[in-house]
C-alpha cells in the first residue's frame, strides 16, 4: 500500500451557517489541492465543524478558568481531577481531558464546544462533496487528545463517514500464518493522524486528503466501532 497525504490550503475563516461540504469542493477544484477522486479520505478538524455548526460560547476572556463550568456542563462523568485539569467522559462517550473544550484558534472570548454529533457532521460533508463532484470519499472529524500512560498528543477521529472506524483482522492470518484472535486495527485514528501530521498545530490549515487508502476499508461506519463499551472497560 502506498499512501499521499496534503494539507487542503486557502480555506479561511469559518462561521457559523458555512456548509464545509461546498467550501472543500472549492478548495479542492484544482492542484495542488486537488481534484478529489474516489477513494480519498478527508480529515476535517474538530475546529472547523465546531465553528460551521455554531458550537462556541462566549467567556470571560480575562479569566483563564472561565470555561471550567462548560467543562462540567459538557460531561457525563468527572473522571479525574488534579489541580484545574478536568479529565471527563463526554456525551459522545470520549474519555478526554476538559470535555474536548478548546480555546486555541478560537476568538478571544469564545470557547469551542465538541459538535453534538460528529458522525452526522461527517457524513454532511460527505454527501455534499459526493452531489456535486459525483465521487465517493470517506470523512473523518479528528481532534487532539492526550492518551493514559503516554506523553504527548495525537489527532483521533470523533466522527467518521464512508471509512471505516475498526478494521477487524481477527481469524486471518498473520505474516508467519498465525490465525489473529485479537487484532482490531482503528484505523479512523490512525487516518486521523496522518492528515494531522501534514496540517501541523499552528499552520491554520484544518484539511487534509488522504489518498490511496485500501478499498476495502470504504464503507459505512460509526464512532460506536471505537468507542469501547463501559461493560468492556477494565478501567472503570
Request: proline share 5%; glycine share 10%; aromatic share 2%.
Amino acid at each position: 500500500m502506498k499512501l499521499t497525504a496534503w494539507s487542503v490550503e486557502g480555506i479561511g475563516e469559518i462561521v457559523p451557517g458555512d456548509q464545509l461540504g461546498d467550501i472543500i469542493v472549492d478548495a479542492c477544484q484544482t492542484e495542488p489541492n486537488g481534484p478529489l477522486l474516489n477513494g480519498d479520505v478527508l480529515v476535517v478538524t474538530q475546529k472547523i465543524v465546531s465553528k460551521a455548526e455554531g458550537r462556541l460560547v462566549a467567556i470571560d476572556p480575562d479569566d483563564p478558568v472561565s470555561h471550567k463550568q462548560l467543562v462540567e456542563d459538557e460531561a457525563v462523568r468527572i473522571v479525574r481531577r488534579r489541580g484545574d485539569l478536568i479529565i471527563t467522559e463526554t456525551k459522545h462517550g470520549f474519555i478526554c481531558a476538559n470535555s474536548g473544550i478548546d480555546l486555541s484558534n478560537v476568538e478571544r472570548g469564545y470557547a469551542a464546544l465538541l459538535p453534538l454529533d460528529s458522525d452526522r457532521s461527517a457524513r454532511r460533508i460527505r454527501d455534499i462533496i459526493k452531489a456535486k463532484l459525483g465521487i465517493e470519499v470517506g470523512i473523518i472529524v479528528s481532534d487532539t487528545f492526550g492518551r493514559p500512560w503516554r506523553n504527548g498528543l495525537t489527532d483521533v477521529a470523533i466522527g467518521v463517514a464512508g471509512v471505516a472506524g475498526v478494521v477487524d483482522l481477527r481469524g486471518t492470518p498473520d505474516a508467519l500464518g498465525r490465525i489473529m484472535h485479537v487484532t482490531e486495527v482503528c484505523v479512523a485514528d490512525e487516518l486521523a493522524s496522518t492528515g494531522e501530521l501534514v496540517m501541523g498545530k499552528t499552520s491554520g490549515v484544518p484539511v487534509a486528503v488522504i489518498r490511496g487508502v485500501d478499498p476495502t476499508w470504504l464503507r459505512d461506519s460509526a464512532m460506536s466501532e471505537i468507542v469501547r463499551p463501559a461493560q468492556q472497560d477494565l478501567f472503570r
